[in-house]
């Protein structure tokens, strides 16, 4: 067993990272387990990830729920995230909708693109949580306004409104809906040409123009 030679967990916990860069995992799984058991978050989060892939210690999913529950609790946007993964699959607990959106939800909350992309998904289809487009569209825009394209793509179809679906009360903005639209193809959604299209058709080519001048801006902001 490692011995811990620093009397602060911070240093405890760069050691143990050493030994994750030089792919010495069981060594690193020992150092992480001793300064998780006092409350050490990221070494929890770390830890859960190691029982999770079965790194330097024997995977056991269940081990990996409960590190990152502690871990969670204090916060851990990255533990928050993952647990919400695990209670949506049923992976090492049962499958709980109504938990891993509460989960995802607070990693959201706290900045977290991929967890803002998944809870406005839940949203959008009322898995754990009522339907609400309202909520899903401000979620998957907190995550395009990041970079990430599938929500990007998913802001696109909410702006579409009625023509997406029959029962969406988005404001209906088909200027903003060809900008998402167009960001989300330059960021590589291969199904962004067809949603431009369609936006187009609602629009007049001055409107087009506007829609076009608005995603260049955002591009130009956003890609350096």
Do not use: C
């Not at 409350?39 to 892939?53: C, K, P, T």
């Not at 995802?104 to 289809?125: K, V």
């Amino acid at each position: 067993m490692v011995a811990l030679t620093h009397p602060n967990l911070a240093e405890d916990f760069k050691e143990g990272m050493k030994f994750v860069a030089n792919k010495d995992y069981t060594r690193a799984a020992e150092l992480f387990l001793k300064i998780a058991e006092q409350g050490h978050a990221e070494a929890q989060f770390y830890l859960g990830l190691m029982y999770e892939g079965g790194q330097g210690i024997t995977k056991d999913d269940q081990q990996a729920v409960s590190w990152w529950t502690k871990a969670a609790e204090q916060g851990n946007v990255l533990a928050q995230n993952n647990l919400g993964l695990m209670y949506e699959q049923g992976q090492g607990v049962e499958q709980d909708y109504q938990k891993a959106a509460n989960w995802f939800s607070m990693a959201a909350e706290q900045g977290d693109a991929e967890a803002q992309y998944t809870i406005g998904f839940m949203y959008a289809n009322g898995d754990g949580v009522p339907r609400d487009y309202l909520q899903a569209i401000y979620w998957f825009s907190k995550a395009a306004e990041q970079g990430d394209v599938a929500a990007q793509f998913k802001v696109a179809l909410l702006l579409l409104g009625e023509v997406h679906t029959p029962d969406n009360n988005v404001k209906q903005d088909f200027i903003e809906a060809y900008k998402w639209f167009k960001i989300a193809g330059v960021d590589g959604d291969e199904n962004a040409k067809d949603g431009l299209e369609v936006a187009e058709s609602y629009l007049t080519p001055s409107a087009v123009e506007e829609a076009q001048r608005r995603a260049d801006e955002w591009i130009a902001n956003h890609k350096k």
